[in-house]
């Protein structure tokens, strides 16, 4: 009898699958689990599901009677995320999603990170440039995730939601949005002086060139009912004390 036909509580071999499809590899798994190589092997890749391979494991796109992301917040923060400092390469061998995140914000930094892994990634690096880290992850499946990527620059293209996404976003709009005010947007402090005195209230700010991306900003704040206007060509604000309250609540600073 081999090792891989004996009796494994199931709560191990439940265990060892959960290692799997989350991204480990075989002999990962088995030595977290203490289980030999092929009892693993086995385990994993004796199921219907076996002929998906790494990230096409995770890959709700490639999956079938699979429609939507297992962590739809997630999926919503991410795309947000890649619309505003976001780039996808898909020239190299393996495509690499890229999301640029100011070292003054090291939450946000962990926020994106903790996304991708949701989302898909098995592995995240962290790569330290001038003044920001690129959060990083490759794999084969990303340009399924993020149709909206191409050459150029983003402004320069359209950048239109597919049939797939808008029930995602609709759903969870206030992910969406803390996703691209966290890359495009700020929270700030507004001073006015009105008759000699001085006033400070909060303010949420959003700027971007893309007039599809600014388009998609507005249909989602719109979704929560809040109000917004347009200070500049490019820049949103959201400065009534009902809506800025509203974003506080689904979105924040960043940190």
């Known amino acids: 009898m081999f090792e891989h036909e004996l009796v494994h509580p199931p709560e ?47 890959c709700f796109r490639c999956r079938e009677g699979v429609e939507s992301p297992t962590d739809p917040r997630a999926y919503a923060y991410l795309l947000g995320l890649y619309l505003g400092d976001g780039h996808l390469v898909t020239t190299a061998r393996v495509p690499v999603l890229r999301i640029y995140c100011s070292n003054t914000w090291p939450g ?5 990170d903790v996304a991708m892994r949701a989302v898909l990634a098995a592995k995240v690096q962290r790569v330290q440039k001038q003044g920001c880290v690129g959060v990083q992850s490759y ?49 700030t402090a507004n001073r006015v002086t009105t008759r000699g005195r001085h006033y400070i209230y909060p303010r949420y700010m959003f700027v971007n060139e893309s007039t599809d991306i600014m388009g998609l900003c507005q249909w989602s704040l719109d979704l929560l009912g809040v109000a917004w206007r347009m200070n500049r060509r490019n820049s949103l604000s959201v400065a009534r004390r009902d809506a800025v309250a509203t974003l506080d609540r689904h979105v924040g600073p960043k940190s």
Do not use: M
Request: hydrophobic share 35%; aromatic share 8%.
């Open 12 to 58: 191990i071999r439940a265990r060892a699958r959960q290692l799997f499809l989350a991204g480990s590899t075989v002999a990962d798994t088995a030595r977290a689990t203490g289980l030999p190589y092929r009892t693993v092997w086995h385990w994993c890749n004796d199921r219907p599901e076996a002929k998906f391979q790494g990230t096409q494991l995770r």
């Open 139 to 187: 794999g084969s499946h990303w340009p399924c995730l993020l149709p909206q990527h191409g050459p150029g620059k983003k402004h320069e293209r359209p950048i239109v939601l597919t049939d797939w996404q808008r029930p995602i976003l609709e759903d969870h709009p206030g992910d969406f949005l803390r996703g691209l005010f966290h890359s495009d947007g700020c929270r």
């Open 108 to 112: 946000l930094i962990e926020a994106c």
